[in-house]
């Protein structure tokens, strides 16, 4: 079955810097990337999504890139502010609607 | 006018209880799930129902048995509740089965087995 595997576990930055998360999947089948972010408490929401038909996709200051051949992914963040402190998950999927989440990266930017 | 709300947000109870979370969604979609988040934050997928048929049954002890009275609403009942089912539990929904949509989670339900 599909395997996601999401790197780094904790991430800090320094207010204004750059973030990057990256995710790899087992399942060259799954054509659905989407991005969720958990702040403390509440519940998961998605930020951006990605599917396999195009290679980056961007919304003001996050983005996200898909390799397929290589079969990973990745967040960026540009211009972190502390609000972007949360949990943030990767997930893959192909059609059947059934999300497989990697294991979370906890982001926390220092003001 | 929560779109995704479950109840009870939190629950306290003892190993062998038997016990139920509910969820609606005024959403009008047509695809509900459960999801399971432990103490490690990980998020895995239970159960998913499109228009009240059962689409995704995960391994899933059978302890846990989703209902579905209609596409709005989607319940999970656990029997002899053990120490290992504690964790937050979400609902959530999405517009349509099989095109892969944007999940619209509830709150969750933070369930703790004593």
């Known amino acids: 079955g599909e395997n996601v595997e999401q790197h780094p576990s904790t991430l800090s930055v320094q207010e204004g810097d750059s973030a990057v998360i990256k995710c790899t999947y087992s399942?060259?089948?799954?054509?659905?990337f989407p991005w969720y972010k958990q702040e403390l408490g509440k519940r998961p929401q998605l930020i951006i999504d990605?599917?396999?038909?195009?290679g980056e996709k961007k919304d003001q200051r996050i983005a996200v890139t898909l390799n397929k051949t290589a079969k990973h992914f990745s967040l960026h963040i540009t211009e972190t502010q502390p609000e972007d402190s949360a949990v943030y998950f990767c997930a893959a999927s192909w059609y059947t609607d059934k999300l497989i989440f990697g294991t979370g990266t906890r982001l926390q930017v220092f003001p | 006018d929560t779109a995704v709300s479950q109840t009870p947000k939190y629950l306290v109870t003892q190993m062998g209880n038997d016990k139920s979370i509910k969820c609606e969604q005024n959403?009008?979609?047509?695809?509900m799930y459960w999801y399971k988040q432990d103490s490690k934050k990980f998020l895995k997928i239970m159960f998913s129902?499109?228009?009240?048929?059962?689409?995704i049954n995960e391994t899933v002890p059978n302890r846990f048995s989703p209902k579905s009275p209609d596409k709005a609403h989607l319940n999970l009942h656990i029997n002899s509740l053990e120490l290992g089912d504690s964790a937050v539990y979400f609902c959530a929904s999405s517009p349509q089965g099989g095109r892969n949509e944007k999940l619209f989670f509830g709150s969750g339900t933070q369930l703790s087995v004593l």
């Open positions: 990605i599917r396999s038909n195009v």
């Open positions: 129902y499109n228009n009240k048929e059962l689409i």
């Open positions: 959403l009008g979609h047509d695809t």
């Open positions: 399942d060259s089948a799954s054509n659905y």
